[in-house]
């Protein structure tokens, strides 16, 4: 339900926003409600769970500008609602701006696992002999190399029909990148579009 997934925006967490030339996305999971029969959604609410207002704008508008590039009207929360301090949206204050929105359906995404891998290198002569193995030591020992950030992100991307506020399709996402400190999200984005389209459950107006 909406209420169970928005109590969860106590979570503080950054969105690792990934570079597409040195990430990669997979859709891990997904789950297409059997019981649902309506029609394709066409006019999406879109929030995401995080502590930091800047990636959660970030976020949004970039999932906002993706789905309608392809053709379904959207709204970011962080345009039409007011966090509270405590970052728990109300039930009721969801569901009053989808109706005042006209939106036929909410999209919720939040972390649900990061990992962090570090890694440390340092160049080093291969010449042969003694000396050589010699120099080579010195030159490891000397050299101060560098190190790298290998982040693994993972999200849980629901989308809920808002007349019934139950699930229609869920998504879990599993984003890498060689350093964390690149940012973006287009290419999840695009594999969660184009999972729920070829599901039936966007579509263009």
């Known amino acids: 339900m909406i209420k169970n997934h928005v109590k969860r925006f106590g979570y503080l967490f950054v969105f690792t926003f990934l570079i597409i030339s040195c990430a990669g ?9 059997d019981a649902y029969k309506g029609n394709p959604v066409s006019d999406i609410l879109v929030i995401a769970i995080t502590g930091n207002e800047h990636n959660r704008r970030s976020f949004e508008k970039k999932f906002v500008a993706h789905l309608k590039a392809f053709g379904v009207d959207a709204v970011a929360s962080e345009e ?14 969801i569901l009053d701006t989808v109706k005042q929105y006209e939106n036929d359906a909410v999209i919720i995404t ?5 990992e962090d891998m570090e890694s440390y290198t340092r160049g080093g002569s ?15 020992a000397r050299d101060p190399g560098y190190s790298s950030t290998k982040t693994t992100v993972r999200l849980q991307t629901n989308l809920y029909d808002v007349k019934t506020e139950k699930l229609i399709w869920s998504g879990k996402t599993k984003t890498w990148a060689r350093d964390s400190k690149d940012h973006v999200v287009n290419d999840l984005i695009k594999s969660l579009i184009t999972s729920m389209h070829k599901n039936k459950l966007i579509a263009p107006k």
Request: glycine fraction near 10%.
């Open 25 to 33: 996305t997979q859709l891990k999971q997904k789950q297409v409600a």
């Open 80 to 93: 039409v609602l007011a966090m509270p301090a405590d970052l728990k949206l109300k039930k009721e204050t």
């Open 110 to 114: 939040q972390l649900v696992g990061k």
């Open 126 to 140: 291969e010449n042969r002999g003694f000396y050589g193995f010699y120099l080579s030591g010195v030159s490891y």
